[in-house]
């Protein structure tokens, strides 16, 4: 994608070059009239008229062959030592154009410093205008958008102040790549539409043609494929009608690109092979090439493999040239790429490894990117996962690295916009002050006057009248203020009852609808609820808005403490809120950065309600574009962290003043004129914030969209990360319960997590269950005419479980002997999170076998007499202990744990000797034992010591294990 835009650029550029060297002379375009020039040279003796020779040389050859324009430069400089001539001007500027050609834009950038030194310095504007837009040009093209923007900005007033239009339209230019540099796509659009105004008015369609192709460019980069595709077919037509061969390729590609994110596969190809044959006419091996590889994604598309393979090998051979060959690096990492995305992975490993391709093939961040990612998905393909570990890290950092560079891009572009405004603002603030300072003198004038005439009576009178008068208005003011508070009290308790009071109904409604749509399949009927169900909300948001600010004029909020799964809640906003940005065209996005735990502990209900405001107002004022939420990391202290959460759109943006405004809880004139609703959403969200010591910061210009961020403190949780358990078929979930609400409750938070679902609520219905093996069993610890030991082994009898199902307890109360197949114990109330976080870290565990295996445990007995059995018996219950105590220490020794892997294994202990081996290697692994396998150790030891009982009893008799 770079190399194409480079070559689009560097053609487009070199034309408005051309037509601007054009006004200031005439160009010599034919070989005869250059070889006339050449021959006086060699017959002329007289100095003057050689370095006048020399100068013109340099101009005619300058695009023809920039090396020998170059070599006639150095010739002048050589024989003459004036450096403040116009001669000398016109040199320089050869220079920096035929540096530009070699593609030496470091060296050109130098030569243009040369030329502004001499503009400034003769106060020639013209040539100042010149330098500076050269430089401009170098920087951008160098990857220094940033350095290059004030640069540009300044030949933008020099041609303002001029009030030329060929320059203006030049650095409109030239300033639009700029910002698409910066990626400031809607500056860039703009910037390009007033130039293409200005060449309209001038009627000159080789500019018109020029800037049309650099919206169609730019419209595209922005996602606005229709308008971009309008843009390319009028620049194309243009082009066309100018018979101008050698640029007509670049934009038949230029209208393919546009055509296919619009899936229009076959009109792209056509205009494809019109651009293959244009750049084949005119001997233009790149964009060759580049047709040749848009028409090998479409042959992977259409699953023409054979075809695909064809066109990169015509790729490697247009391109076999040493000059070329960075280039055919690029296309082949582009066909790689390719492969990828239509599974071609056996093809994409076998031309991956023939072409040994290098990190430092490559320069550019986004190429670098592509490169990383290929070797990660070649290294997954050859199960080499170090090596695609180590890639996919190069990966991340270079997105976090890109995303950085992005937001540093787009940030210099709001500051740039907001120094404008800003100066605007201090030059009306610095009039209004002068004006106040002029009345505040007359005003004095006049009191002095005034005081003069007066007599000391007459000022004794008015001072008592004033002093009585104020007193009375002091203590009318204060009855006024005590009888607005206690108004304002019983409105908010009048609040506080009716939001409550609707509240209760509206969850009803959203029950009813959520169970209706799980009933419905039609698909227009779903649609209806979907819509009714965004309504309650919309409406459930307002009451919200409003019960918190009337909590918060009653004293401070106190935010709870809840394990919140940050991607999961950005992901449930995602879902409740993408349908109203789609509704709009626009794009809602969300991400979590890699240093952000997945698992915090905050208030949840807080941070949903200020991400719902922010994201509610950014759908609102934005019209195109997309919206974007974001987490990061801002410190960490052990297990206290402070989190940025960041919502950025492309909407209509806002002043400094509207933003100063907004920041106040002033509603704005956009607010009013949209009918945005009360306004309530970032009062609270200012209110909510001040209290708990943070604030909303507001970055915005007009045109560029707003970004509003805020923090919060919060802690990590010391539960796992939840993740979606359903996964190798074992997600098969029995529940036994006798309660309704509590089955049914069960049963749909199950069925949201992944799991197919089977109820039952008494023993006779567990013997006519149907007949198939569940992976999780969730059962009450008593039902009406069974318990929990009575119904697994009734589902053992039945077959329907077996050694791998994992039994939760659902019990609300503390249970004292556990059957020995309970894998963990869920206690009632629960919530989501809960019960989501237990069966994720039940199915991080292995399969753990039997309790014990019964026969060998007696068989190892009967050799033994009473003493050795006494003995025997000791030396467990001390091995056992000492398993209790090491689990109470905060760093247990998994020596410990390795002795007793064999010894109870030999005993017949089967699942404590397959928990100490999982504690042994997670202590070797982590340095740390996670708070589920100790919960699972403490309760097989507790089974176990059981079990040793009743073994080491007179005439043990032990149940299955």
Same mark, same amino acid.
């Given at each position: 994608?770079?190399?194409?835009?480079?070559?689009?650029?560097?053609?487009?550029?070199?034309?408005? !070059?051309?037509?601007?060297?054009?006004?200031?002379?005439?160009?010599?375009?034919?070989?005869?009239?250059?070889?006339?020039?050449?021959?006086?040279?060699?017959? +002329?003796?007289?100095?003057?008229?050689?370095?006048?020779?020399?100068?013109?040389?340099?101009?005619?050859?300058?695009?023809?062959?920039?090396?020998?324009?170059?070599?006639?430069?150095?010739?002048?400089?050589?024989?003459?030592?004036?450096?403040?001539?116009?001669?000398?001007?016109?040199?320089?500027?050869?220079?920096?154009?035929?540096?530009?050609?070699?593609?030496?834009?470091?060296?050109?950038?130098?030569?243009?410093?040369?030329?502004?030194? %001499?503009?400034?310095?003769?106060?020639?504007?013209?040539?100042?205008?010149?330098?500076?837009?050269?430089?401009? #040009?170098?920087?951008?093209?160098?990857?220094?958008?940033?350095?290059?923007?004030?640069?540009?900005?300044?030949?933008?007033?020099i041609a303002i102040d001029a009030n030329n239009s060929v320059p203006l339209q030049i650095i409109r230019y030239d300033l639009a790549h700029i910002y698409l540099n910066l990626y400031a796509y809607p500056q860039a659009i703009q910037i390009a539409s007033d130039g293409l105004s200005l060449a309209?008015?001038?009627?000159?369609?080789?500019?018109?043609?020029?800037?049309?192709?650099?919206?169609?460019?730019?419209?595209?980069?922005?996602?606005?494929?229709?308008?971009?595709?309008?843009?390319?077919?009028?620049?194309?037509?243009?082009?066309?009608?100018?018979?101008?061969?050698?640029?007509?390729?670049?934009?038949?590609?230029?209208?393919?690109?546009?055509?296919?994110?619009?899936?229009?596969?076959?009109?792209?190809?056509?205009?494809?092979?019109?651009? *293959?044959?244009?750049?084949?006419?005119?001997?233009?091996?790149?964009?060759?090439?580049?047709?040749?590889?848009?028409?090998?994604?479409?042959? *992977?598309?259409?699953?023409?493999?054979?075809?695909?393979?064809?066109?990169?090998?015509?790729?490697?051979?247009?391109?076999?040239?040493?000059?070329?060959?960075?280039?055919?690096?690029?296309?082949?990492?582009?066909?790689?790429?390719?492969?990828?995305?239509?599974?071609?992975?056996?093809?994409?490993?076998?031309?991956?490894?023939?072409?040994?391709?290098?990190?430092?093939?490559?320069?550019?961040?986004?190429?670098?990117?592509?490169?990383?990612?290929?070797?990660?998905?070649?290294?997954?393909?050859?199960?080499?996962?170090?090596?695609?570990?180590?890639?996919?890290?190069?990966?991340?950092?270079?997105?976090?690295?890109?995303?950085?560079?992005?937001?540093?891009?787009?940030?210099?572009?709001?500051?740039?916009?907001?120094?404008?405004?800003?100066?605007?603002?201090?030059?009306?603030?610095? !009039?209004?002050?002068?004006?106040?300072?002029?009345?505040?003198?007359?005003?004095?004038?006049?009191?002095?006057? *005034?005081?003069?005439?007066?007599?000391?009576?007459?000022?004794?009178?008015?001072?008592?009248?004033?002093?009585?008068?104020?007193?009375?208005?002091?203590?009318?003011?204060?009855?006024?203020?005590?009888?607005?508070?206690?108004?304002?009290?019983?409105?908010?308790?009048?609040?506080?009852?009716?939001?409550?009071?609707?509240?209760?109904?509206?969850?009803?409604?959203?029950?009813?609808?959520?169970?209706?749509?799980?009933?419905?399949?039609?698909?227009?009927?779903?649609?209806?609820?979907?819509?009714?169900?965004?309504?309650?909300w919309s409406l459930d948001n307002i009451i919200n808005n409003i019960l918190t600010s009337s909590r918060l004029d009653y004293g401070v909020y106190q935010p709870l403490e809840q394990h919140v799964v940050l991607p999961e809640l950005l992901s449930r906003l995602h879902d409740l809120l993408e349908?109203?940005?789609?509704?709009?065209?626009?794009?809602?996005?969300?991400?979590?950065?890699?240093?952000?735990?997945?698992?915090?502990?905050? #208030?949840?209900?807080?941070?949903?309600? *200020?991400?719902?405001?922010?994201?509610?107002?950014?759908?609102?004022?934005?019209?195109?574009?997309?919206?974007?939420?974001?987490?990061?990391?801002?410190?960490?202290?052990?297990?206290?962290?402070?989190?940025?959460?960041?919502?950025?759109?492309?909407?209509?943006?806002?002043?400094?003043?509207?933003?100063?405004?907004?920041?106040?809880?002033?509603?704005?004139?956009?607010?009013?004129?949209?009918?945005?609703?009360?306004?309530?959403?970032?009062?609270?969200?200012?209110?909510?914030?001040?209290?708990?010591?943070?604030?909303?910061?507001?970055?915005?210009?007009?045109?560029?969209?707003?970004?509003?961020?805020?923090?919060?403190?919060?802690?990590?949780?010391?539960?796992?990360? +939840?993740?979606?358990?359903?996964?190798?078929?074992?997600?098969?979930?029995?529940?036994?319960?006798?309660?309704?609400?509590?089955?049914?409750?069960?049963?749909?938070?199950?069925?949201?997590?992944?799991?197919?679902?089977?109820?039952?609520?008494?023993?006779?219905?567990?013997?006519?269950?149907?007949?198939? %093996?569940?992976?999780?069993?969730?059962?009450?610890?008593?039902?009406?005419?069974?318990?929990?030991?009575?119904?697994?082994?009734?589902?053992?009898?039945?077959?329907?479980?077996?050694?791998?199902?994992?039994?939760?307890?659902?019990?609300?109360?503390?249970?004292?002997?556990?059957?020995?197949?309970?894998?963990?114990?869920?206690?009632?109330?629960?919530?989501?999170?809960?019960?989501?976080?237990?069966?994720?870290?039940?199915?991080?565990?292995?399969?753990?076998?039997?309790?014990?295996?019964? #026969?060998?445990?007696?068989?190892?007995?009967?050799?033994?007499?009473?003493?050795?059995?006494?003995?025997?018996?000791?030396?467990?219950?001390?091995?056992?202990?000492?398993?209790?105590?090491?689990?109470?220490?905060?760093?247990?020794?998994?020596?410990?744990?390795?002795?007793?892997?064999?010894?109870?294994?030999?005993?017949?202990?089967?699942?404590?000797?397959?928990?100490?081996?999982?504690?042994?290697?997670?202590?070797?692994?982590?340095?740390?034992?996670?708070?589920?396998?100790?919960?699972?150790?403490?309760?097989?030891?507790?089974?176990?010591?059981?079990?040793?009982?009743?073994?080491?009893?007179?005439?043990?008799?032990?149940?299955?294990?």
């Amino acid at each position: 994608m770079a190399v194409k835009l480079f070559f689009l650029w560097l053609g487009l550029t070199l034309g408005c !070059s051309a037509a601007a060297q054009g006004q200031s002379q005439p160009e010599v375009s034919t070989a005869v009239e250059r070889q006339q020039l050449q021959h006086q040279l060699l017959q +002329s003796t007289d100095q003057a008229q050689r370095l006048s020779l020399l100068v013109r040389l340099s101009e005619v050859f300058v695009t023809q062959d920039p090396a020998l324009s170059l070599s006639y430069a150095q010739q002048w400089l050589q024989s003459s030592t004036d450096r403040e001539s116009a001669d000398y001007h016109r040199l320089l500027l050869q220079q920096t154009t035929a540096y530009m050609l070699q593609g030496n834009y470091q060296q050109a950038y130098q030569t243009s410093l040369e030329t502004e030194r %001499l503009a400034r310095r003769q106060n020639d504007t013209k040539q100042l205008f010149n330098a500076l837009r050269r430089q401009a #040009d170098n920087l951008n093209r160098l990857g220094q958008a940033d350095q290059a923007l004030p640069k540009a900005l300044e030949a933008m007033q020099i041609a303002i102040d001029a009030n030329n239009s060929v320059p203006l339209q030049i650095i409109r230019y030239d300033l639009a790549h700029i910002y698409l540099n910066l990626y400031a796509y809607p500056q860039a659009i703009q910037i390009a539409s007033d130039g293409l105004s200005l060449a309209m008015a001038g009627d000159d369609s080789n500019r018109q043609a020029n800037f049309l192709h650099l919206l169609a460019e730019a419209s595209r980069l922005y996602q606005q494929y229709q308008s971009a595709e309008d843009f390319a077919r009028k620049a194309l037509a243009l082009r066309l009608s100018r018979q101008e061969q050698a640029l007509t390729a670049q934009y038949h590609l230029s209208l393919a690109r546009s055509l296919l994110p619009q899936n229009k596969y076959q009109e792209a190809e056509q205009q494809l092979q019109l651009a *293959l044959s244009t750049a084949q006419q005119v001997g233009n091996p790149i964009e060759q090439a580049d047709a040749q590889q848009s028409l090998a994604w479409l042959d *992977l598309y259409f699953d023409r493999t054979a075809a695909a393979n064809s066109r990169y090998q015509q790729i490697r051979q247009l391109l076999k040239a040493d000059e070329h060959q960075a280039n055919l690096r690029q296309f082949s990492l582009s066909h790689l790429t390719a492969l990828l995305e239509f599974n071609q992975h056996a093809e994409a490993a076998a031309l991956y490894q023939q072409l040994q391709l290098n990190s430092t093939d490559f320069t550019e961040p986004q190429s670098l990117l592509e490169y990383w990612t290929v070797s990660a998905q070649v290294a997954g393909f050859h199960q080499n996962y170090p090596q695609a570990y180590a890639a996919a890290d190069q990966v991340r950092q270079l997105q976090q690295h890109l995303f950085d560079d992005r937001i540093h891009k787009q940030a210099l572009v709001i500051a740039s916009e907001q120094h404008k405004a800003l100066l605007e603002r201090e030059l009306q603030q610095a !009039s209004q002050q002068n004006q106040l300072a002029q009345l505040s003198q007359q005003h004095q004038k006049n009191m002095l006057l *005034l005081l003069s005439v007066g007599a000391c009576l007459a000022l004794a009178l008015l001072l008592s009248l004033f002093y009585h008068k104020s007193r009375r208005n002091r203590l009318l003011l204060q009855k006024q203020q005590e009888m607005a508070q206690q108004k304002i009290a019983v409105k908010n308790e009048f609040i506080a009852t009716l939001g409550h009071e609707i509240r209760t109904p509206l969850q009803g409604i959203d029950a009813v609808l959520t169970q209706l749509l799980s009933e419905t399949t039609q698909a227009d009927s779903q649609q209806k609820i979907l819509l009714a169900r965004r309504s309650v909300w919309s409406l459930d948001n307002i009451i919200n808005n409003i019960l918190t600010s009337s909590r918060l004029d009653y004293g401070v909020y106190q935010p709870l403490e809840q394990h919140v799964v940050l991607p999961e809640l950005l992901s449930r906003l995602h879902d409740l809120l993408e349908p109203l940005a789609s509704n709009k065209g626009l794009k809602l996005s969300y991400s979590v950065a890699s240093t952000v735990p997945e698992l915090v502990v905050l #208030d949840e209900n807080l941070l949903t309600q *200020l991400l719902t405001n922010l994201i509610s107002n950014a759908v609102k004022y934005t019209k195109q574009g997309e919206i974007e939420m974001r987490v990061e990391l801002l410190e960490r202290q052990a297990s206290a962290l402070t989190l940025l959460f960041k919502v950025r759109d492309t909407g209509v943006g806002l002043t400094t003043l509207q933003v100063s405004q907004l920041l106040r809880g002033e509603r704005l004139q956009q607010q009013r004129s949209l009918q945005a609703g009360p306004g309530l959403g970032m009062l609270v969200c200012q209110r909510l914030l001040h209290q708990l010591g943070s604030a909303l910061q507001i970055h915005s210009a007009p045109g560029l969209g707003t970004e509003v961020s805020f923090e919060l403190k919060c802690q990590v949780s010391d539960v796992w990360p +939840s993740r979606q358990p359903g996964v190798d078929g074992q997600n098969q979930a029995l529940v036994i319960e006798d309660d309704e609400l509590c089955r049914i409750s069960l049963q749909q938070t199950l069925t949201q997590l992944g799991f197919v679902v089977t109820t039952a609520s008494s023993m006779q219905q567990i013997q006519h269950l149907p007949q198939q %093996l569940w992976a999780w069993v969730f059962l009450d610890g008593q039902l009406d005419d069974a318990d929990a030991q009575q119904s697994i082994e009734q589902l053992k009898i039945q077959g329907q479980v077996d050694e791998n199902s994992r039994f939760v307890l659902v019990s609300g109360t503390a249970q004292q002997n556990l059957p020995p197949q309970i894998s963990a114990v869920l206690m009632k109330p629960w919530r989501r999170e809960q019960l989501q976080t237990l069966i994720v870290q039940l199915a991080q565990l292995p399969p753990l076998g039997p309790l014990y295996n019964k #026969d060998y445990l007696q068989q190892s007995l009967q050799t033994l007499n009473a003493e050795q059995r006494q003995a025997l018996s000791t030396k467990v219950r001390d091995q056992l202990d000492s398993l209790t105590q090491q689990l109470s220490q905060p760093s247990p020794d998994p020596k410990l744990f390795h002795r007793m892997i064999g010894s109870l294994g030999q005993l017949g202990l089967i699942r404590l000797s397959q928990l100490c081996r999982l504690t042994e290697n997670q202590l070797l692994q982590q340095h740390k034992l996670e708070p589920l396998l100790a919960h699972q150790l403490q309760l097989c030891l507790l089974q176990s010591k059981q079990a040793i009982e009743l073994l080491f009893a007179p005439g043990p008799q032990l149940p299955p294990g």
